[in-house]
């Protein structure tokens, strides 16, 4: 047991080093930029909305940025390794292919949380600089956000071992921008009254629910996210992961790579 | 051949400056002919779910920008696009107070400083009371619009009483409906209004409009006060004088005869009616 979890933990480092130099870190320099023009910039064009319009644009930033990397890194995380042929090599050694899948899973969704942690240090040095309080509040957003990319990548990474990179990279879009719109699949009944209810039911439990990850618009009126709701979201995001990545395990270990 | 390329680009660059400025020069200061794709809140919210934020401060920095723009340097100023990009933003995020203060106001006031219309910006008022309930200082600007731009002292009195209720409202709410119940609002109570705007307000563009407020009703103060010695002027001489000039040389009146922007009042003789004359930034329609 404790040496499948070194393997994983050494996948999962070798999948981050990789991120590292494919540059995916580059988009902190975007980010830095786009901080620091919109603090010298918002406040003046703004009436007095500086520090909402600094919160809104670091948490979209984060949340926009890390959805990119979720999907389009996510995709390639095992579709590369077997374009490569570098798969067949790894899969020799003594490691399982569950081992092989969670290792690269943890390593980009650790990626990912470097990056957010980066950005959000950025966001509160930006809020700093500017004469504005470090408010902790914008964390129990920034976590939400966080639980959410993880969801994207177990998707990404389901869809690639189902078909081609490009078209899991649509389906991963599809499913991202589905669950955006999960409030509307949850209210459908009220614009279709003859949607039959198993049907709309179903939908919004099948889809990944990330507006209701979405805090955003919350925090940024000061207004913190409850614990408990914070628990649950937790609990969620962990369970939905897990079913996501089981299916994506079952269907990789299933994969024929002769 | 690669110094003969960076020759030609030390050439052209400059050309490009040059071009550009005399261009600017040419066409002088202008705004931006505004288009709107999308016209409703729920519109914009399709193309960005879960950064409505973003959107509607992205959606208010455009307003505030359009309404300088237009104030600035459009010559037939309409604020065509106004009410829908304050609809716009408020819809995408419902909270914010300041869209609706101020999306009023720029609504509300007259013309040049405004779009004209009143009604609207209360509208908009009132979408932003159903939006944040708890908010009584947005009821009170329903209120004082009531009052102030449509001359509705009963409903102004109404609304007012409603603010007061809520949780932390300005004491003095009652008091102010109550004396618009009784003596029906007069310029006192325009007044105290508009001073409690200013004293509530940041600085910036609120506070300036209350200021020019103050100021129309200071010049119109000096303008009843003119109509007095003008009838006094009358009661001495058997004639109303000729011009408002004519009242300095009776040394009848010692102050000055001009609004409190400089503007020369509008006398007529027949009537003996001073008022704020129109070209003056002062006046206003009754």
Known sequence: MGGGLSRVVAVAANTFRETVRERVLYNLVFFAILMTLSGLLVGQLSIRQDEKVLKDIGLAAMDLFGTFIAVFIGVGLVSKEIERRSLYLLLAKPLSRGEFFLGKFAGLVFTLLVNLGVMTGGLYMTLVATGRGADPILLTAIYPIFLGLVIVVAFAMLFSTLTSSTLASILTVGVVVAGRFSDVVRNMRQVLPGAPAWLVDGLYAIIPDFRGLDFKSQVTYGDPVPGDVLLFVSLYAAAYVAVVLGLGLASFRSKDFQ | ?286
Do not use: C
């Open chain 2, 1 to 286: 051949m690669t110094w003969r390329l960076a020759v030609l680009l030390l050439v052209l660059a400059p050309v490009v400056v040059w071009s550009h400025s005399k261009l600017d020069g040419r066409l002088g200061a202008r705004a931006d002919e505004e288009v709107l794709y999308l016209w409703t809140g729920n519109q914009v919210r399709v193309l960005f779910p879960g950064f409505e934020g973003l959107a509607a401060d992205v959606y208010w920095l455009r307003t505030v920008q359009y309404f300088g723009g237009q104030k600035a340097f459009t010559q037939g100023r309409d604020f065509a696009l106004l009410r829908p990009l304050i609809e716009i933003t408020t819809t995408l995020d419902p909270r914010l107070e300041i869209a609706y203060r101020y999306g009023a106001v720029f609504l509300s006031e007259s013309p040049p400083g405004g779009a004209g219309r009143p009604k609207e910006g209360i509208e908009v008022l009132e979408k932003g009371t159903r939006n944040l309930p708890g908010s009584w200082r947005l009821r009170q600007h329903l209120g004082f619009f009531h009052f102030l731009y449509l001359k509705d002292a009963h409903t102004a009195a109404a609304v007012l009483e409603e603010a007061a209720e809520l949780p932390g409202a300005a004491f003095w709410l009652k008091t102010l409906a109550a004396e618009l119940l009784s003596k029906g609002g007069d310029r006192a109570a325009s007044r105290e209004m508009w001073q409690r705007l200013h004293d509530q307000s940041e600085e910036g563009i609120l506070r300036k409009n209350a200021e020019q407020q103050l100021a129309i009703l200071d010049s119109l103060d000096r303008a009843d006060q003119l109509a007095v010695v003008v009838e006094e002027f009358g009661r001495q001489r058997g004639r109303r004088p000729r011009d408002l000039e004519e009242l300095r040389s009776s040394r009848l009146w010692r102050g000055p005869l001009e609004d409190l922007r400089g503007t020369p009042f509008r006398y007529d003789e027949s009537s003996g009616q001073v008022s704020i004359a129109r070209e003056s930034l002062m006046w206003r329609p009754r």
